[in-house]
Protein backbone atom coordinates (compact mmCIF):
# COMPACT_ATOMS: atom_id res chain seq x y z
CA UNK A 1 0.00 0.00 0.00
CA UNK A 2 1.89 3.16 -1.09
CA UNK A 3 1.73 5.84 1.49
CA UNK A 4 2.83 9.56 0.90
CA UNK A 5 2.45 11.20 4.27
CA UNK A 6 3.62 14.81 4.92
CA UNK A 7 4.86 16.92 7.71
CA UNK A 8 2.55 19.11 9.91
CA UNK A 9 1.00 22.25 9.24
CA UNK A 10 3.36 25.58 9.63
CA UNK A 11 2.74 29.59 10.18
CA UNK A 12 5.45 31.29 8.83
CA UNK A 13 5.91 35.22 8.33
CA UNK A 14 6.17 37.19 5.48
CA UNK A 15 9.72 36.69 3.76
CA UNK A 16 10.57 34.22 5.34
CA UNK A 17 11.16 30.59 4.44
CA UNK A 18 9.54 27.18 4.30
CA UNK A 19 10.47 23.55 4.12
CA UNK A 20 7.57 20.70 3.92
CA UNK A 21 8.68 17.15 3.82
CA UNK A 22 6.66 13.96 1.92
CA UNK A 23 7.64 10.45 3.46
CA UNK A 24 7.09 7.47 0.84
CA UNK A 25 6.32 4.27 1.79
CA UNK A 26 4.79 0.91 0.37
CA UNK A 27 7.01 1.44 -3.15
CA UNK A 28 9.75 2.35 -4.70
CA UNK A 29 10.71 5.72 -3.93
CA UNK A 30 13.33 6.26 -6.95
CA UNK A 31 11.31 4.74 -9.70
CA UNK A 32 8.76 7.48 -9.43
CA UNK A 33 8.57 11.45 -9.41
CA UNK A 34 7.45 13.27 -6.94
CA UNK A 35 5.48 17.20 -7.88
CA UNK A 36 4.76 19.30 -5.21
CA UNK A 37 0.86 21.27 -6.12
CA UNK A 38 -0.60 23.66 -3.81
CA UNK A 39 -4.25 24.91 -3.32
CA UNK A 40 -4.59 27.71 -1.96
CA UNK A 41 -8.43 28.67 -0.51
CA UNK A 42 -10.67 27.80 -2.15
CA UNK A 43 -9.08 28.23 -4.85
CA UNK A 44 -7.98 25.75 -7.59
CA UNK A 45 -4.61 23.47 -8.01
CA UNK A 46 -1.59 24.26 -8.96
CA UNK A 47 1.43 22.50 -10.22
CA UNK A 48 4.65 23.43 -8.63
CA UNK A 49 7.87 21.42 -9.98
CA UNK A 50 9.02 17.75 -9.41
CA UNK A 51 12.05 15.73 -8.74
CA UNK A 52 13.55 12.46 -10.53
CA UNK A 53 14.54 10.80 -7.11
CA UNK A 54 17.13 8.45 -9.07
CA UNK A 55 18.63 11.27 -10.83
CA UNK A 56 17.98 14.17 -7.95
CA UNK A 57 17.13 16.47 -10.79
CA UNK A 58 14.52 18.89 -10.47
CA UNK A 59 12.36 21.08 -12.51
CA UNK A 60 9.93 23.98 -11.57
CA UNK A 61 7.03 25.95 -13.03
CA UNK A 62 7.73 29.07 -14.31
CA UNK A 63 6.13 30.88 -11.87
CA UNK A 64 7.93 29.71 -9.27
CA UNK A 65 11.04 29.64 -10.55
CA UNK A 66 14.34 31.20 -8.00
CA UNK A 67 11.87 30.94 -4.92
CA UNK A 68 11.19 26.82 -5.18
CA UNK A 69 13.72 24.38 -4.39
CA UNK A 70 12.58 20.46 -4.27
CA UNK A 71 15.19 18.19 -3.32
CA UNK A 72 14.97 14.57 -2.25
CA UNK A 73 16.70 11.73 -0.23
CA UNK A 74 16.68 8.52 -1.60
CA UNK A 75 17.83 6.86 1.72
CA UNK A 76 14.78 7.94 3.78
CA UNK A 77 12.90 7.64 0.80
CA UNK A 78 11.62 11.47 1.71
CA UNK A 79 10.77 14.77 -0.89
CA UNK A 80 11.06 17.94 0.34
CA UNK A 81 9.76 21.24 -1.03
CA UNK A 82 11.21 24.21 0.46
CA UNK A 83 9.55 28.11 -0.70
CA UNK A 84 11.23 31.13 -0.11
CA UNK A 85 10.33 34.66 -0.24
CA UNK A 86 6.73 33.91 1.30
CA UNK A 87 4.16 35.98 1.07
CA UNK A 88 0.52 36.10 1.74
CA UNK A 89 -0.30 34.92 -1.43
CA UNK A 90 1.46 31.51 -0.52
CA UNK A 91 -0.57 30.60 2.06
CA UNK A 92 -2.35 27.26 0.54
CA UNK A 93 -2.47 23.35 1.45
CA UNK A 94 0.66 22.00 -0.11
CA UNK A 95 0.49 18.08 -1.32
CA UNK A 96 3.39 16.10 -2.80
CA UNK A 97 1.90 13.61 -6.00
CA UNK A 98 3.74 10.33 -7.14
CA UNK A 99 4.39 9.86 -10.66
CA UNK A 100 3.66 11.27 -14.10
CA UNK A 101 -0.24 10.60 -13.17
CA UNK A 102 -0.16 11.92 -9.30
CA UNK A 103 -1.43 8.13 -9.11
CA UNK A 104 -1.12 8.61 -5.20
CA UNK A 105 -1.32 12.08 -2.77
CA UNK A 106 0.11 13.05 0.67
CA UNK A 107 -2.80 14.66 2.63
CA UNK A 108 -1.61 17.82 2.19
CA UNK A 109 -0.02 20.86 4.73
CA UNK A 110 -1.07 23.99 5.10
CA UNK A 111 1.09 27.15 5.30
CA UNK A 112 -0.14 29.90 6.37
CA UNK A 113 1.77 33.37 5.82
CA UNK A 114 0.88 36.31 8.00
CA UNK A 115 2.51 38.84 10.06
CA UNK B 1 1.59 28.36 -18.56
CA UNK B 2 -1.84 28.63 -18.50
CA UNK B 3 -4.59 26.45 -16.63
CA UNK B 4 -6.78 24.60 -18.69
CA UNK B 5 -10.40 25.99 -19.11
CA UNK B 6 -13.09 24.04 -17.21
CA UNK B 7 -16.70 25.06 -17.10
CA UNK B 8 -17.33 26.13 -12.97
CA UNK B 9 -19.98 23.75 -12.44
CA UNK B 10 -22.14 20.89 -13.96
CA UNK B 11 -24.65 19.18 -12.57
CA UNK B 12 -27.08 16.35 -13.18
CA UNK B 13 -29.91 13.99 -11.14
CA UNK B 14 -29.12 10.90 -9.70
CA UNK B 15 -28.55 8.26 -12.55
CA UNK B 16 -27.97 10.99 -15.10
CA UNK B 17 -24.53 11.52 -16.89
CA UNK B 18 -22.48 15.13 -16.83
CA UNK B 19 -19.82 15.78 -19.15
CA UNK B 20 -16.55 18.61 -17.90
CA UNK B 21 -14.95 19.68 -20.63
CA UNK B 22 -10.98 20.81 -20.41
CA UNK B 23 -9.35 22.91 -22.93
CA UNK B 24 -6.18 23.55 -23.63
CA UNK B 25 -4.36 24.25 -26.56
CA UNK B 26 -1.78 22.28 -28.94
CA UNK B 27 1.30 22.45 -26.62
CA UNK B 28 -0.94 20.53 -23.37
CA UNK B 29 -3.76 18.97 -24.23
CA UNK B 30 -3.33 18.54 -27.73
CA UNK B 31 -0.38 18.06 -28.03
CA UNK B 32 0.30 14.69 -25.54
CA UNK B 33 -2.03 11.67 -24.51
CA UNK B 34 -1.53 12.69 -20.75
CA UNK B 35 -4.38 14.07 -19.65
CA UNK B 36 -5.67 13.02 -16.22
CA UNK B 37 -8.74 13.59 -14.41
CA UNK B 38 -8.83 14.08 -10.12
CA UNK B 39 -11.93 14.30 -8.18
CA UNK B 40 -11.76 16.12 -4.69
CA UNK B 41 -13.80 15.98 -2.05
CA UNK B 42 -14.13 19.23 0.53
CA UNK B 43 -10.84 19.11 3.12
CA UNK B 44 -9.81 15.76 1.30
CA UNK B 45 -6.56 15.37 -1.39
CA UNK B 46 -7.41 14.56 -4.95
CA UNK B 47 -7.97 11.14 -6.30
CA UNK B 48 -6.61 9.64 -9.71
CA UNK B 49 -9.84 8.77 -11.53
CA UNK B 50 -8.78 8.88 -15.39
CA UNK B 51 -4.65 8.94 -16.92
CA UNK B 52 -3.36 8.72 -20.42
CA UNK B 53 -6.61 10.42 -21.18
CA UNK B 54 -9.40 7.31 -21.16
CA UNK B 55 -7.70 4.45 -18.45
CA UNK B 56 -9.05 3.87 -15.24
CA UNK B 57 -6.72 3.16 -12.19
CA UNK B 58 -7.69 0.09 -10.38
CA UNK B 59 -10.91 0.38 -8.45
CA UNK B 60 -12.27 3.22 -10.13
CA UNK B 61 -15.86 2.55 -11.67
CA UNK B 62 -16.42 2.16 -14.75
CA UNK B 63 -19.17 4.89 -14.70
CA UNK B 64 -15.98 7.14 -14.99
CA UNK B 65 -14.61 7.88 -18.76
CA UNK B 66 -12.27 10.05 -20.34
CA UNK B 67 -11.87 10.99 -23.98
CA UNK B 68 -10.43 13.91 -26.10
CA UNK B 69 -10.88 15.90 -29.43
CA UNK B 70 -8.37 18.27 -30.21
CA UNK B 71 -7.20 20.32 -27.77
CA UNK B 72 -10.12 19.35 -25.45
CA UNK B 73 -10.94 16.69 -23.12
CA UNK B 74 -13.76 15.38 -21.50
CA UNK B 75 -14.66 13.18 -18.50
CA UNK B 76 -18.29 11.77 -18.62
CA UNK B 77 -19.51 10.83 -14.80
CA UNK B 78 -22.23 8.10 -16.49
CA UNK B 79 -25.09 6.64 -13.53
CA UNK B 80 -24.75 9.78 -11.25
CA UNK B 81 -24.26 9.01 -7.82
CA UNK B 82 -24.74 11.12 -4.40
CA UNK B 83 -21.03 10.49 -3.66
CA UNK B 84 -19.64 11.58 -7.23
CA UNK B 85 -20.85 15.30 -6.32
CA UNK B 86 -17.46 16.86 -5.58
CA UNK B 87 -14.77 18.68 -7.63
CA UNK B 88 -13.07 17.41 -10.27
CA UNK B 89 -9.85 18.93 -12.17
CA UNK B 90 -8.05 18.09 -15.19
CA UNK B 91 -4.43 17.84 -15.55
CA UNK B 92 -1.83 17.83 -18.96
CA UNK B 93 1.43 17.38 -19.72
CA UNK B 94 3.04 20.47 -21.05
CA UNK B 95 6.48 19.47 -22.44
CA UNK B 96 9.80 19.92 -21.02
CA UNK B 97 8.84 18.40 -17.73
CA UNK B 98 5.88 20.47 -16.95
CA UNK B 99 1.96 20.09 -16.05
CA UNK B 100 -0.74 21.87 -16.39
CA UNK B 101 -3.94 21.97 -14.25
CA UNK B 102 -7.79 22.63 -15.26
CA UNK B 103 -9.32 25.51 -13.38
CA UNK B 104 -11.65 23.32 -11.66
CA UNK B 105 -15.47 22.06 -11.75
CA UNK B 106 -17.55 21.40 -9.01
CA UNK B 107 -20.46 18.68 -9.92
CA UNK B 108 -23.93 18.76 -8.10
CA UNK B 109 -25.86 15.82 -7.99
CA UNK B 110 -29.68 17.30 -7.93
Known amino acids: QVQLVQSGAEVKKPGSSVKVSCKASGGTFSSYTISWVRQAPGQGLEWMGRIIPILGIANYAQKFQGRVTITADKSTSTAYMELSSLRSEDTAVYYC????????WGQGTLVTVSS | QSALTQPPSASGSPGQSVTISCTGT?????????VSWYQQHPGKAPKLMIYEVSKRPSGVPDRFSGSKSGNTASLTVSGLQAEDEADYYCSSYAGSSNYVFGTGTKVTVL
Open chain 1, 97 to 104: ARGNEFDY
Open chain 2, 26 to 34: SSDVGGYNY
